[in-house]
């Protein structure tokens, strides 16, 4: 099994500033790189996406190789870390498009949690959107595959050890089922 504390930055991924936020309100504390994040295990802001088709189906990354957390993971909620400054909209409308190439949906924000482990922190804000049925232009280094599934198909990969799931983007299937 991989080990999700992998560390591995893109050249573009290094520097990106982030905002670091108190575990308990959110609230911001200072600024520190993505790189200074991952290592110490810093609590920052990301987003969670679900986003279906018109056939109640999920699609579902395969996060790339060289992802500097769960690289070659399932990835049922894909998203992002939030830049500095960033809203969690703004962020989660950006990541769409840069990552699968959808735009133009209507985003409902379901809610903003606290998700946390041995490997990340993170306040998370979770979305849906969808129906899409368009065609998909994946990013490379972000991205290796896209797969249809319903979200009871990962819950299921997930329970029987079938395939590597990022846990976060577990958690936030989770939710969005309660919703």
Known sequence: MSNTNQTIFPE??????????????????????RKEMRKEN???RS??????????QIY???????KDFCPSFLDPTPGGVMQTGETYEENAKRELEEE????GLRFEHIGTHFYGDETVKCWGGLFCCGPYDGDLKLQEEEVESVSLMTPEQVISLV???????SPDSVFFLKMYLEW
């Open 47 to 56: 987003t969670y996406i679900v986003t279906t088709n018109s056939h109640g």
């Open 42 to 44: 810093l609590c920052h």
């Open 100 to 103: 699968m190439g959808i735009k």
């Open 60 to 66: 579902v990354q395969r996060r790339a190789k060289v």
């Open 159 to 165: 329970e029987k050890g079938e395939d590597k799931v």
């Open 12 to 33: 573009n991924a290094i520097d990106e500033t982030i905002d670091v936020v108190d575990e308990k309100t959110n609230t911001v504390l200072r600024q520190a790189t």
